[in-house]
């Protein structure tokens, strides 16, 4: 990116053609020499004055922003403003209202309540991973298990904080992940925002890392760290909506300059601004900051929340297709790609929208990955039913198959999940405590066999029973208990296992990657299907039922063996040991409508998964 004296006026004019992906780099409040050149954009401001630290907040002629630009962009440098001090824009609005407004772009900012922003340094240099850079790509067929966590609330400070800091925490979070055979670290928002439960989500700070957890460098060290033990970054980036509070965007120079004039159009659901995502600088700032969390913090992806509201108005379908905000998605999704060929983009988008992972020369929006929301709440809602009743809601599981290879699909089991009375995981689960258990642990064993990326909340791998809350860290306690203890090791065990065999990730979005065997016993809650690629099968075998099966048949392709390398009911996952301990050799006995077949023992409401070799031995059955 060029420096901030190198922005030419060609820049500029990519800003108001909403073209701009590097606006950071020429608005906002940048060291220069013996001071701070600041500017901003407020195209209706009667006038605009610099307040800070510097010149005890006082609107004088000599804190007057210089108006340099006819279509609204004002400058002044102020000699002896240094890093670390508090500034603000007091703005005399377009009625004559004075406003004192945070920088749009500041790179770091006061914690709430305060509001003011803070002059910062974003370039200076922390980052040694060039290793990961180099070698990391959108992982379409490499392993990808996200462990999406709330950085606050993952762990808590025993010394009367808070909250820890980001580098503060790199050591165990490093030695966690690892140790659970994740790849990549989802961080939901770390940008700038007032309002705790709003988990970043209403966001007020789009260029400032958020003051909770520490300072700019103190999160490149994470990052840095993390990327130095293989482990990739994501990072969750709101572009639909931001706050409405004062001192932020909202009607920034007295006229909606970064929301929509229509009111019904503004105001969203969450009580906060929809961006106008008409608007070219609008564009140009969204752009920008998403560009701003890949190019200095070295983000490996973003996750988009709410796509469905832009590619809607108010995400409502029946209000029709928002043009504006889609010719926005893939000027800015084209636009990173080119910047940035390696990182991937996902959309959180609870619609039906074709084409979302498509390119755009196909009429696609150009994300890279879409989470499959529709079979997170087809499985949960199947598994919270009585067992009785699954054989009516059968093609709950077995839905997600038949749409699946339309976009690039990750599964996950989100932070939204596990809030506001919608229980945890393991809660939603049908029946009593040890019921519950072995059914969470086939559900996630069905989860990370099923074609697509892996998406799971910090707190779900240890089954948590208490809903997620912000303010309290994850109840590690439960741990002392065996089946919180035994559920934690079956959930490193089958993601070492899913991380380590390519006939789990290799081939997701093929159709040679995926097969069912039986997807039809309705009446017995069962469900057989294959994993491969050139190299690998395995078979899995799930038992949504209550009911043992000692000589369960299973069809199987070709004359092999059936061995069994990972069973819910095993008794180290705190099951009763139903397993099969010797290799299984098939039969020539047709079976599902494949040429031989096995008898397996399976236990009620747990899963396997079977490694098939191929016999190539011409001897007779």
Same mark, same amino acid.
């Given at each position: 990116m060029p420096s901030n004296r190198e922005v030419k006026a060609m820049d500029l004019k990519e800003f108001f053609e909403g073209n701009m992906c590097n606006a950071y780099e020429y608005f906002g409040a940048h060291i220069e020499n013996d001071g701070v050149v600041f500017r901003t954009y407020a195209p209706h401001a009667q006038n605009i004055y610099v307040i800070g630290e510097f010149n005890d907040w006082t609107d004088s002629e000599e804190s007057k922003m210089k108006r340099i630009d006819e279509r609204g962009v004002y400058e002044l440098f102020i000699a002896g403003a240094k890093k670390g001090q508090l500034y603000k824009f007091r703005i005399i609005q377009a009625l004559g209202n004075t406003a004192d407004k945070a920088d749009p772009y500041a790179f770091y900012s006061q914690l709430r309540p305060d509001t003011a922003s803070v002059i910062e340094e974003i370039h200076t240099p922390i980052f040694k991973d060039s290793k990961w850079m180099k070698k990391r790509t959108r992982n379409l067929d490499q392993p990808m298990n996200i462990y999406e966590m709330h950085f606050g609330s993952w762990k808590k400070p025993q010394d009367g904080r808070k909250w820890f800091n980001y580098d503060?925490?790199? &050591?165990?979070?490093?030695?966690?992940?690892?140790?659970?055979? @994740?790849?990549?670290?989802?961080?939901?928002? =770390?940008?700038?925002?007032?309002?705790?439960?709003?988990?970043?989500?209403?966001?007020?700070?789009?260029?400032?890392?958020?003051?909770?957890?520490?300072?700019i460098n103190d999160l490149k060290k994470l990052i840095n760290r993390?990327?130095?033990? &293989?482990?990739?970054?994501?990072?969750?980036?709101v572009p639909v909506h931001f706050v409405k509070d004062n001192y932020s965007l909202n009607y920034f120079d007295g006229t909606p300059l970064y929301e929509y004039d229509n009111d019904n159009d503004a105001n969203s659901q969450w009580g906060t601004s929809n961006f106008n995502l008409w608007r070219e600088e609008v564009?140009?700032?969204?752009?920008?900051?998403?560009?701003?969390?890949?190019?200095?913090?070295?983000? &490996?992806g973003l996750r988009?929340?709410?796509?469905?509201?832009?590619?809607?108005?108010?995400?409502?379908?029946?209000?029709?297709?928002?043009?504006?905000?889609?010719?926005?998605?893939?000027?800015?999704?084209?636009?990173?790609?080119?910047?940035?060929?390696?990182?991937?983009?996902?959309?959180?988008d609870?619609?039906?929208?074709?084409?979302?992972?498509?390119?755009?020369?196909?009429?696609? =929006?150009?994300?890279? @990955?879409?989470?499959?929301?529709?079979?997170?709440? &087809?499985?949960?809602?199947?598994?919270?039913?009585?067992?009785?009743?699954?054989?009516y809601h059968h093609n709950q599981v077995t839905f997600s198959m038949a749409y699946f290879y339309s976009e690039k699909f990750i599964m996950p089991l989100s932070h939204d999940e596990v809030v506001h009375g919608k229980h945890t995981i393991v809660d939603k689960m049908w029946g009593n405590y040890e019921q519950k258990f072995a059914q969470a642990r086939t559900l996630y064993m069905y989860m990370m066999t099923h074609p697509g990326k892996k998406l799971n909340f910090m707190g779900n791998e240890i089954a948590q029973f208490r809903e997620w809350d912000e303010e309290k860290e994850n109840d590690w306690f439960m741990l002392e208990y065996p089946m919180h203890d035994s559920f934690s090791h079956y959930i490193a065990d089958l993601n070492k296992l899913v991380v380590e065999n390519p006939a789990f990730y290799e081939l997701d979005y093929t159709w040679e990657g995926f097969k069912w065997i039986d997807a039809d016993n309705k009446a017995d809650n069962m469900f057989i299907y294959q994993r491969m690629n050139e190299d690998q099968k395995f078979i899995i075998v799930l038992n949504f039922s209550p009911n043992h099966y000692a000589n369960f048949r299973i069809g199987v392709e070709k004359n092999s063996t059936l061995k069994e390398v990972l069973n819910t009911d095993t008794d180290i996952y705190s099951g009763s040991n139903i397993r099969n301990k010797k290799a299984l050799r098939t039969k020539k006995v047709p079976h599902n409508f494949l040429d031989y077949s096995c008898e397996i023992e399976i236990a009620p409401f747990s899963g396997i998964i079977f490694e098939v070799k191929e016999i190539k031995s011409k001897k007779s059955e």
């Open positions: 503060e925490i790199a &050591d165990e979070l490093i030695d966690y992940v690892k140790k659970m055979n @994740y790849t990549h670290v989802e961080f939901m928002p =770390l940008n700038e925002y007032p309002f705790d439960g709003s988990w970043g989500y209403q966001t007020s700070g789009y260029f400032s890392v958020t003051s909770r957890y520490g300072k993390l990327h130095q033990n &293989d482990i990739g970054v994501i990072m969750d980036f564009r140009s700032f969204l752009m920008s900051a998403a560009n701003f969390w890949l190019d200095i913090f070295h983000v &490996d988009m929340d709410a796509i469905a509201n832009m590619i809607f108005w108010q995400g409502n379908k029946d209000k029709g297709v928002n043009e504006g905000a889609l010719y926005f998605i893939k000027r800015m999704n084209n636009n990173l790609h080119k910047l940035h060929p390696e990182v991937f983009l996902i959309a959180e609870s619609s039906d929208f074709p084409k979302v992972c498509a390119p755009a020369w196909d009429g696609g =929006l150009e994300f890279d @990955y879409k989470w499959d929301l529709g079979w997170m709440h &087809d499985t949960l809602k199947y598994l919270e039913k009585d067992p009785i009743y699954r054989q």
